[in-house]
């Protein structure tokens, strides 16, 4: 009696923690989604920083490398192709919008080599060739130092320092537009739901130090960037009035 209940628990654990690694793959992919169609629904993609796609896009790409080199859990791998997917699709949108709507003729290409417009370029294929040659150039340096401890977790480090500065260019471009229309509020919701339960999934597991501190940290931006949103709707309403 007692052997069944012990394996009707251990069957109910192992199914819970399928299910807390299914929403830790996909989970933070899911926040993009009310901003993908608030952007679609207004055909304007100013209030939603591309830059967030950056950091995002150099953070997973960093940490698939650091995968290599030390092996966590799979669904952390995972979660990192997810989210580069989802990051070249907001990207893509952004661009498709951005074409339709552009006034000048004037178009930057990442092969203009002009610091100014880094990672405002016209065309999707530019952010393309950025990641192919990031990724190279990562592949590059990661296979030639692979064996060396220390190279590794500096990589890991660097991996998460990244992605816990997810937010700030959302703060930044909030702050310099004195307004956060045009972001999506359910997107940094989830996204502080999402970091959460990130972080709680990472003390669970004991994974490695470098990804509790990105968990903390991504936190108290989305905090941050909350606040503003009452700051500036208050702000508005005064302004109106």
Known sequence: MEQGSEENIESSWTLLSWVA???????????????????????????????VCLVLLI?????????IGKQFELPLLLQSVVMI????????????????NRVSTKQHHIT????????????????LVFCFVFTLLCAF??????????????????????????????????????????MSIKMVLLWTAGDIFKTTYFVINESPTQFLVCGAVQILIDIAILLQVGFYSQD?????G
């Open 236 to 240: 508005t309403r005064i302004k109106m």
């Open 85 to 100: 997917l989802t990051m070249l699709a907001m990207l893509h949108l952004c661009c498709s919008i951005q074409s339709t």
């Open 141 to 182: 340096i990661t296979f030639l130092f692979l064996d060396w401890v220390l190279f590794v977790e500096a990589l890991g480090s660097l991996a998460v320092m990244f992605e816990a500065m997810l937010g700030l260019p959302q703060l930044l471009q909030n702050y310099n537009n004195h307004s956060t229309r045009g």
């Open 59 to 67: 953070a997973n790409i960093l940490r698939i490398f650091f995968w």
């Open 21 to 51: 690694s299914g929403v830790l793959v996909f989970g933070g992919a899911v926040p993009y989604v009310p901003q993908y169609q608030e952007i679609q629904r207004t055909n304007n993609a100013e209030g939603f920083s591309t830059r």
């Open 112 to 127: 203009d080599l002009d610091l100014r417009y880094f990672w405002s370029w016209s065309s999707f294929e530019d952010y």
